[in-house]
C-alpha cells in the first residue's frame, strides 16, 4: 500500500504554476505600492494659500478696510505671520488687523482678515493707490494680492 501511494505523486503543470506564482506576486505588489503611497504622504504636506476675494472700502478721510478671504487648499495647516502692505510689514503703515497674529488655519478653513488703514500717519496711501496685500506663513511662504483703494 505504501507503494502505490509513492507511485502516484503528481505536481501541478508548470502552466497552473506560473499563474500562482504571477498572481501572489501581483497581489503583493498593490498591497507594498498601498503602504508606501500611505508612508509618502505622511512627508509631502504643504500649506497652500488661496486669496479668494480682496476689496477695499473706504475714503481718503476715513480711512480705508481691506479686507482678505483667504482659504487654506493645502494638505498642511498654515499659520499666517505677518501682513505686509507695500512690502512694509502693518504696524509701520498705520494698519491694523481685526485679527490678532498669527493666524492658524486648519486644512480646508477660511478666514477672513480686514486691515484698517488710517489717512493720518501714512501719507503715501489715497483713493486711486494701489496696495499690495502679502501673506507672510510661518513655513516662509507669501501670498500676494493687489487691491486699489476706492
Not at 509701520?92 to 477672513?112: E, Y
Given at each position: 500500500?505504501?507503494?502505490?501511494?509513492?507511485?502516484?505523486?503528481?505536481?501541478?503543470?508548470?502552466?497552473?504554476?506560473?499563474?500562482?506564482?504571477?498572481?501572489?506576486?501581483?497581489?503583493?505588489?498593490?498591497?507594498?505600492a498601498?503602504?508606501?503611497?500611505?508612508i509618502?504622504?505622511?512627508?509631502?504636506?504643504?500649506?497652500?494659500?488661496?486669496?479668494?476675494?480682496?476689496?477695499?472700502?473706504?475714503?481718503?478721510?476715513?480711512?480705508?478696510?481691506?479686507?482678505?478671504?483667504?482659504?487654506?487648499?493645502?494638505?498642511?495647516?498654515?499659520?499666517?505671520?505677518?501682513?505686509?502692505?507695500?512690502?512694509?510689514?502693518?504696524?509701520?503703515?498705520?494698519?491694523?488687523?481685526?485679527?490678532?497674529?498669527?493666524?492658524?488655519?486648519?486644512?480646508?478653513s477660511?478666514?477672513?482678515?480686514?486691515?484698517?488703514?488710517?489717512?493720518?500717519?501714512?501719507?503715501?496711501?489715497?483713493?486711486?493707490?494701489?496696495?499690495?496685500?502679502?501673506?507672510?506663513?510661518?513655513?516662509?511662504?507669501?501670498?500676494?494680492?493687489?487691491?486699489?483703494?476706492?
Amino acid at each position: 500500500m505504501s507503494r502505490r501511494l509513492c507511485a502516484d505523486k503528481r505536481g501541478i503543470s508548470p502552466v497552473v504554476a506560473t499563474v500562482i506564482l504571477v498572481a501572489v506576486t501581483i497581489v503583493v505588489a498593490v498591497a507594498v505600492a498601498y503602504w508606501m503611497g500611505g508612508i509618502a504622504g505622511l512627508y509631502t504636506r504643504y500649506e497652500k494659500l488661496e486669496i479668494s476675494s480682496i476689496y477695499a472700502e473706504g475714503n481718503e478721510t476715513d480711512g480705508w478696510n481691506i479686507t482678505v478671504t483667504v482659504k487654506n487648499t493645502g494638505s498642511a495647516d498654515a499659520t499666517i505671520d505677518n501682513v505686509l502692505l507695500n512690502g512694509k510689514p502693518h504696524g509701520t503703515v498705520s494698519a491694523g488687523l481685526n485679527v490678532t497674529l498669527p493666524v492658524s488655519l486648519t486644512v480646508g478653513s477660511q478666514k477672513a482678515i480686514t486691515i484698517t488703514i488710517s489717512h493720518e500717519g501714512y501719507e503715501s496711501f489715497a483713493s486711486g493707490v494701489s496696495v499690495e496685500v502679502r501673506l507672510h506663513t510661518a513655513g516662509g511662504q507669501e501670498y500676494p494680492k493687489t487691491v486699489t483703494l476706492p
